[in-house]
């Protein structure tokens, strides 16, 4: 039995589960929950899951409500942070009638180039920002005010999971910050609830956004509202693999709590007050006690005005043409492809686009027009705009890359289409959304820098075909908290045009900059988004806009003027004309279907749409807060002190954790632990203890993590009790081990190489084969026992959101170690390679061999053998090792250990899915996703007396489930 692995696993699912990411990032492959993930395999990970680099600079800014972490160079956005949370305190403290009993811990970064957050009141992990604005496209782009939208969304989360009453307080005093049952929430019903005030306490927030408007009116088009080719309320509960994919939680969390609220913000301040004092998981008697109706009645009212206010949207938009359209993708709700940004080549043969489905992750992919032949060129996370070279031999695109432990920058890379190959042109240089000059010899692209978001601009050279790129020039570099987007060069060349959203503003305008002087104007503003800006053949300005509520195309007529020439039932986004042609007979835009965004063709414009005529009523919203500085509501000027960051007091330990670490033959084994970590992650560590009542003895641990100095060093100890299984006869033996280990991972985008060494010590105390003679001292003990290890591994594998399993890729591991016995010194190999194939339509074969040598075979100290285990069929958490130095994993062997001088097992195994449920028991908190079958082979050889050769083979059927997922 693992005591330390079931120790790890209750505290990372009191970490993880707890955490409510304020973004979804599901178009670019991830999802904000999963930025923890990695501490479910290791309460002491390699690197730090979300990046806070030891070498920073850390300062911390303390109020009388938070106290604030960040870089030295983010000074100016952290003290703008801290004033708007206290704002926050001041405003939602009130409605949720609570208050957190210790200060809030807040870190401010600025290391990715994906607008997120993450909060947990759990062990008061409290609140993480990322600085950077969103991109024009993204779905949280609705906002005014951005820093302002971040902090209200997630200090929304941290004071409605810190609720607590009643029997509750009594358990924090007990086990410490643990036990709140708001943290139990359904994720939909917690980001439901940050998207309203998000939306009521600023003046637009994704509640007004159209693109929420359009989510739902193009279900209502098609038929499928509340339907499973679309989104029910037992699909809401889970993690859901088909557009709107992990947006879900968010655009219909908030659509019920909207509904709730019947226009009262109070009605959530009371849900929430009353939640944290009674039951968990009770949500429709919690709901009905303070609104008189269960989710179920607010989903069926809610569905009733949807659609009627649909259907009087869709009559007006078909009041005047609706714009016809050619699908150039598969509309396939199975697929929910996200077609994004396409770009026509200059040649007019092929168009490139990004591209998200659930078939893999994301990527850039071309479309033969000729054909119809859809091509993958590459990986690719996030970012839209890409550009073709003059002669259409290259793609210039944005993506974003892992550059070492601590950046996700958005960085420039090259595709030929000639040799099918391609290379990065920048490093850590945060450019995106790209565009190329006409004449081939500048790139144009959208620059982040700190808190702003501006335009830069490169010399583009080709040597021998090869392309690469100049220094960064800063072309334009706006406000703090700015953000420029999707920029254009005109037809000559000698301007850029782009879109500029000013913080505060609730618009986004066009701008154009001369190049030659750099000076920038406004070209078209008029109170809406207006974003993609395209240049047709004839060198006319194209732009989208949600003037009348819906994403369209409008043609900039003069200056100051605009007229709408699309005007279709969905929206559109990201236009592209032919380069070629001054006078086009079509354009393409990806356009949106309940199956996500498509790339279409439409005919192009040739007269105006009534703007006025086809406009529709914002969508049903809470009231816009009311924001003015002499407000009486605003708190007093904010007060701080400022000092270089300690690791004090977030060190402290922040719960008591009990569990049951398992259940073996002997009977139930309970513990608890405690463990602490500092707000930046340089020093962590787990103290715990766990008592086996039929036995009547105790293990303990203690586990500690530095990463101050760059690489992670970990320093364990444990007491613990051993039995195995020899020839029959129980052995039971206790074991003092302590262990010593160094690593420093090397991450890229997609893959990660993490070498190690280790110092393990070991002494093993006999004491029989009986219970009782636990109770006496031991009949032997070894003595101490050193041994030096070093290993390595390394692993490039993916999976998409249909996965059952990994599909794609390979992880390998080399391990060796080197036992220093009191007699002779031993050493010992442990190699492993596991490869994933993907047959069709996510069947996964999966190959992998794995095996152990040792220089001896030792007698008295079985660790330092090539050890074949089997399945403990007494054990239910972990019935198998894990693979690793100690030993193999051999299936359909059970209760049965070989201790040899060398073994390897080759296994082969597959996975079939067979039924896509994906639902829910209406508001229960359980979540079916797929069932799939499983089959596997197993051959092992082992060197004992005499070469041994085992098979085995089997196979079933699972349902993956997200059962209390987010307890």
């Known amino acids: 039995m693992n005591l330390k692995h079931a120790a790890v696993v209750t505290l990372a699912l009191l970490l993880v589960s707890n955490t409510a990411p304020a973004l979804d990032r599901s178009q670019a492959g991830t999802s904000n929950p999963a930025a923890l993930s990695s501490l479910a395999y290791n309460p002491f990970p390699d690197a730090d899951p979300l990046g806070r680099s030891p070498y920073w600079d850390w300062k911390t800014l303390e109020s009388a409500h938070f106290r604030v972490t960040f870089p030295s160079e983010l000074r100016e956005t952290a003290v703008r942070s801290l004033e708007l949370f206290e704002e926050a305190h001041h405003t939602l403290s009130t409605l949720f009638q609570w208050e957190a009993e210790t200060k809030t811990q807040v870190v401010v970064m600025d290391n990715a180039d994906s607008s997120n957050g993450a909060t947990a009141a759990v062990a008061r992990f409290g609140i993480i920002l990322w600085a950077t604005p969103p991109d024009s496209w993204d779905s949280i782009a609705y906002y005014d005010d951005w820093l302002r939208f971040l902090v209200f969304h997630e200090y929304t989360h941290f004071l409605n999971m810190d609720t607590r009453g009643g029997l509750w307080k009594a358990v924090r005093y007990v086990f410490g910050d643990v036990g709140l049952p708001n943290s139990t929430w359904a994720p939909w019903m917690l980001e439901g609830l940050a998207v309203y005030m998000e939306t009521r306490h600023t003046q637009l927030g994704r509640g007004r956004s159209p693109y929420y408007d359009m989510v739902l009116r193009a279900a209502v088009q098609e038929g499928v509202l509340d339907s499973d080719r679309f989104v029910t309320l037992d699909k809401i509960t889970g993690n859901n693999p088909y557009f709107p994919g992990g947006d879900t939680r968010y655009q219909f969390g908030y659509q019920l709590m909207n509904e709730a609220s019947n226009g009262s913000e109070e009605t959530l301040g009371d849900l929430s007050k009353y939640s944290g004092s009674s039951v968990p998981l009770f949500i429709n008697t919690q709901l009905k006690a303070v609104a008189g109706r269960t989710w179920y009645q607010t989903w069926k009212d809610w569905l009733k005005k949807t659609e009627n206010r649909a259907l009087s949207n869709l009559e007006r938009i078909r009041s005047a043409p609706v714009t016809s359209f050619e699908n150039l993708t598969p509309n396939s709700h199975s697929l929910s492809k996200q077609a994004l940004g396409p770009r026509v080549s200059p040649d007019g043969k092929v168009i490139a686009y990004s591209l998200a489905s659930t078939r893999q992750r994301p990527g850039l992919y071309k479309l033969d027009l000729a054909t119809g032949e859809e091509t993958r060129l590459e990986d690719k996370l996030s970012g839209v705009g890409l550009a073709f070279t003059p002669d259409s031999k290259t793609v210039i695109f944005s993506a974003l890359r892992q550059s070492g432990q601590y950046y996700n920058y958005s960085d420039l890379m090259a595709y030929n289409l000639e040799n099918d190959s391609s290379h990065w042109l920048t490093r850590k240089a945060r450019l995106k959304d790209p565009d190329i000059s006409p004449d081939g010899k500048w790139v144009v692209a959208a620059l982040s820098e700190g808190s702003v978001t501006g335009l830069g601009i490169l010399p583009l050279t080709s040597e021998k075909g090869h392309l690469s790129v100049g220094s960064v020039q800063k072309l334009f570099m706006p406000a703090r908290y700015d953000r420029a987007a999707s920029p254009r060069f005109s037809k000559d060349g000698q301007r850029v045009y782009f879109s500029l959203h000013k913080n505060g503003e609730p618009k986004e305008d066009l701008y154009q900059i001369e190049i030659a002087t750099r000076r920038a104007s406004k070209i078209y503003s008029d109170g809406f988004f207006n974003r993609f800006p395209t240049v047709s053949g004839d060198g006319s300005l194209y732009f989208i806009s949600d003037r009348t509520g819906v994403d369209n195309l409008f043609r900039l007529q003069g200056s100051g003027n605009a007229i709408m020439v699309s005007n279709v039932e969905t929206g559109i986004r990201f236009p592209a004309f032919p380069p070629g042609e001054t006078s086009p007979t079509h354009y393409y835009a990806s356009l949106f279907s309940t199956a996500g965004w498509n790339l279409v063709r439409l005919p192009a414009p040739t007269a105006s749409v009534e703007a006025e005529k086809v406009t529709l009523s914002p969508p049903p919203a809470p009231a816009k807060s009311e924001i003015n500085p002499k407000d009486q509501k605003r708190p007093p000027s904010v007060e701080y002190k400022e000092y270089d960051y300690s690791p004090f007091p977030s060190i402290y330990p922040r719960l008591w954790s009990p569990f049951i670490a398992g259940i073996s033959s002997s009977g139930i084994a309970l513990g608890f632990e405690t463990f602490g970590f500092d707000a930046i992650d340089r020093h962590r560590y787990s103290l715990g203890t766990i008592y086996n009542f039929p036995l009547n003895n105790f293990d303990a641990w203690a586990l500690y993590s530095n990463r101050s100095f760059g690489p992670s060093v970990s320093v364990s100890t444990d007491w613990t009790l051993g039995l195995q299984n020899v020839s029959g006869i129980t052995v039971y033996s206790r074991t003092l081990s302590a262990e010593t280990r160094i690593s420093y991972p090397f991450l890229w985008t997609f893959s990660g190489l993490t070498p190690f060494v280790s110092l393990n010590f070991q002494r093993f105390f006999n004491y029989g084969n009986t219970v009782s003679s636990l109770g006496s001292s031991p009949n032997s003990f070894s003595e101490n ?83 074949l285990v089997g399945r403990n069929v007494t054990q239910v958490l972990n019935p198998f090792i894990g693979n690793g130095i100690s030993g193999l994993a051999m299936r359909g062997y059970p209760g049965i250990t070989f201790a040899t001088r060398s073994t390897a097992v080759a296994s082969l195994d597959l996975r079939i899915p067979l039924v896509r449920v994906f639902r829910g028991l209406g508001t229960f908190p359980a979540f079916f996703d797929n069932l799939y079958a499983v089959a596997f082979a197993d051959g092992g050889v082992l060197n004992a007396r005499s070469d041994l050769l085992l098979v085995a083979s089997g196979g079933g059927f699972q349902l993956s489930t997200e059962l209390f997922s987010y307890l």
């Not at 010992?828 to 994933?836: E, L």
């Not at 339509?841 to 075979?857: A, C, E, R």
């Open 785 to 867: 026992l050193f041994s030096f290890g070093t290993g390595i591994s390394y692993s490039n594998t993916q999976k998409s959101t249909l996965a059952v399993g990994t599909e794609r890729g390979f992880s390998s591991s080399l391990r060796s170690q080197f036992y220093l016995l009191p007699q002779d010194t031993s050493a010992k190999v442990f190699f492993q390679h596991s490869h994933f194939f993907p047959v069709f339509d996510h069947v996964v074969i999966n190959p992998s061999i794995k095996g152990i040598w040792s220089s001896t075979s030792a007698q008295n100290y079985v660790g330092a053998n090539a050890n």
